[in-house]
């Protein structure tokens, strides 16, 4: 490996060095020629001398962009020399126009000196912008390897909080299941106690598919069944379904639509599942009675659903985790029924989100596009 750095090192060199050879080598002749045809010119001939005097610029410019400054000093040393000698007479004129010639060889070595000088500095920021590129490379990719690095500890942590939630959740009913069981087995219990306890055995039963139901259903969702839908009809489903399943004797359903909203294209079924759980929380969020009012208006890109309740508010502490699966404050729930909406408005490119919290009620907001996959 060494070896292989040291001639690539060498190449590196040498590479450069044989082609600033082969330019000082092109430029030396165009100069030569340039001084060969100075020095045929006859007397008469004095405005191509003028004109050949100038083309000495072009060698000596293109050596300082080619080789450096010293490649454009010793150019133009060479041209200040053809120069003098392609002029025989430059010193038998007077002493004014040998000034004027001397001064143009010095000119010659001014130019040559300034481009080679401005292309070094042209080269040093290059060589400083390649570096600050190779640098920003190098951290971007750095960058990637800890994004993903994050991301799989992310996935693991979020894999254990739900084997955690997952345990957490089984082993109360569980534990119930065992309990009434080993009561059942005692020959000294009754017809009555039997039953009972057989009850509690199916109770149970039953609290353990509906979890590991939401549990399957918030792991490996099902995609959207997309189709139009009207809002107010999805709004009147979920009324009937909350009326028939929770105690609404206290409570009153209100529905607002404001006029003229276009057809959704969602998955009504999901829709309604989705909303269903929030009535429901805000339901069970106001155990004295109230108003749960839905609400349905337009936004920018689409349409915003609003469910207000008149409950005490979520506390700020856990306002933050309402989302996460197995997150409950309540003693029989699963804390996977706002994990499971969240996700579905998700896959219906939407956003669920607390638009109001406070000890007068809480406002929780689904916002979709009209068309499935629109921002």
Same mark, same amino acid.
């Given at each position: 490996?060494?070896? $292989?750095?040291?001639?690539?090192?060498?190449?590196?060199?040498?590479?450069?060095?044989?082609?600033? +050879?082969?330019?000082?080598?092109? %430029?030396?002749?165009?100069? %030569?020629? *340039?001084?060969?045809?100075?020095?045929?010119? !006859?007397?008469? &001939?004095?405005?191509?001398?003028?004109?050949?005097? +100038?083309?000495?610029? #072009?060698? $000596?410019?293109?050596?300082?962009?080619?080789?450096?400054?010293?490649?454009?000093?010793?150019?133009?040393?060479?041209?200040?020399?053809?120069?003098?000698?392609?002029?025989?007479?430059?010193?038998?004129?007077?002493?004014?126009?040998?000034?004027?010639?001397?001064?143009?060889?010095?000119?010659?070595?001014? !130019?040559?000196?300034?481009?080679?000088?401005? $292309?070094?500095?042209?080269?040093?920021?290059?060589? #400083?912008?390649?570096?600050?590129?190779?640098?920003?490379?190098?951290?971007?990719?750095?960058?990637?390897?800890?994004?993903?690095?994050?991301?799989?500890?992310?996935?693991?942590?979020?894999?254990?909080?739900?084997?955690?939630?997952?345990?957490?959740?089984?082993? $109360?009913?569980?534990?119930?299941? /065992?309990?009434?069981?080993? *009561?059942?087995?005692?020959?000294? &219990?009754?017809?009555? &106690?039997?039953?009972? =306890?057989?009850?509690?055995?199916?109770? /149970?039963?039953? +609290?353990? @598919?509906?979890?590991?139901?939401? =549990?399957?259903?918030?792991?490996?969702?099902?995609?959207?069944?997309?189709?139009?839908?009207?809002?107010? /009809?999805?709004?009147?489903?979920?009324?009937?379904?909350?009326?028939?399943?929770?105690?609404?004797?206290?409570?009153?359903?209100?529905?607002?639509?404001?006029?003229?909203?276009?057809?959704?294209?969602?998955?009504?079924?999901?829709?309604?599942?989705?909303?269903?759980?929030?009535?429901? @929380?805000?339901?069970?969020?106001?155990?004295?009675?109230?108003?749960?009012?839905?609400?349905?208006?337009? @936004? /920018?890109?689409?349409?915003?659903?609003?469910?207000?309740? &008149?409950?005490?508010?979520?506390?700020?502490? @856990? %306002?933050?985790?309402?989302?996460?699966? =197995? =997150?409950?404050?309540?003693?029989?729930?699963?804390?996977?029924?706002?994990?499971?909406?969240?996700?579905?408005?998700?896959?219906?490119?939407?956003?669920?989100? #607390?638009?109001?919290?406070?000890?007068?009620?809480?406002?929780?907001?689904?916002?979709?596009?009209?068309?499935?996959?629109?921002?």
């Amino acid at each position: 490996m060494p070896h $292989t750095l040291k001639g690539d090192a060498q190449r590196d060199v040498l590479v450069p060095l044989t082609r600033h +050879r082969m330019w000082a080598g092109w %430029l030396a002749a165009i100069v %030569l020629i *340039l001084g060969a045809l100075q020095y045929l010119a !006859v007397p008469s &001939q004095m405005h191509w001398i003028y004109v050949i005097q +100038r083309l000495y610029y #072009i060698p $000596t410019v293109l050596a300082g962009l080619i080789m450096s400054w010293r490649g454009g000093l010793g150019i133009a040393l060479l041209a200040g020399v053809v120069f003098a000698i392609g002029t025989p007479s430059i010193w038998t004129v007077s002493r004014v126009d040998v000034l004027d010639q001397i001064l143009e060889i010095c000119m010659f070595c001014l !130019v040559g000196v300034l481009s080679g000088v401005l $292309t070094d500095r042209h080269r040093k920021q290059e060589a #400083i912008l390649q570096r600050t590129s190779d640098q920003l490379r190098q951290a971007h990719r750095e960058l990637e390897e800890n994004f993903e690095r994050m991301k799989r500890a992310e996935r693991i942590y979020a894999l254990a909080q739900l084997s955690a939630g997952l345990a957490h959740e089984i082993r $109360t009913p569980l534990a119930s299941l /065992e309990g009434a069981a080993a *009561l059942v087995q005692r020959e000294t &219990q009754s017809t009555e &106690q039997r039953r009972e =306890f057989l009850a509690i055995i199916q109770k /149970e039963s039953q +609290r353990l @598919n509906r979890l590991l139901s939401s =549990f399957l259903e918030f792991a490996k969702p099902r995609q959207p069944d997309l189709k139009m839908a009207k809002i107010g /009809e999805v709004l009147d489903s979920v009324i009937v379904l909350v009326r028939n399943a929770c105690d609404t004797g206290r409570l009153e359903l209100r529905r607002h639509i404001q006029p003229g909203l276009p057809m959704l294209e969602c998955d009504p079924e999901q829709l309604k599942q989705v909303l269903l759980n929030l009535v429901t @929380n805000a339901c069970q969020a106001m155990p004295q009675g109230g108003i749960v009012l839905l609400e349905a208006g337009p @936004n /920018e890109t689409g349409i915003n659903i609003d469910v207000h309740d &008149q409950g005490g508010g979520i506390d700020q502490e @856990n %306002l933050e985790r309402i989302f996460d699966p =197995f =997150f409950t404050t309540k003693e029989s729930g699963t804390g996977l029924g706002l994990s499971v909406a969240h996700q579905i408005v998700s896959q219906h490119a939407g956003t669920l989100t #607390i638009v109001r919290n406070s000890p007068q009620g809480v406002t929780v907001r689904v916002s979709l596009p009209l068309r499935h996959g629109q921002t």
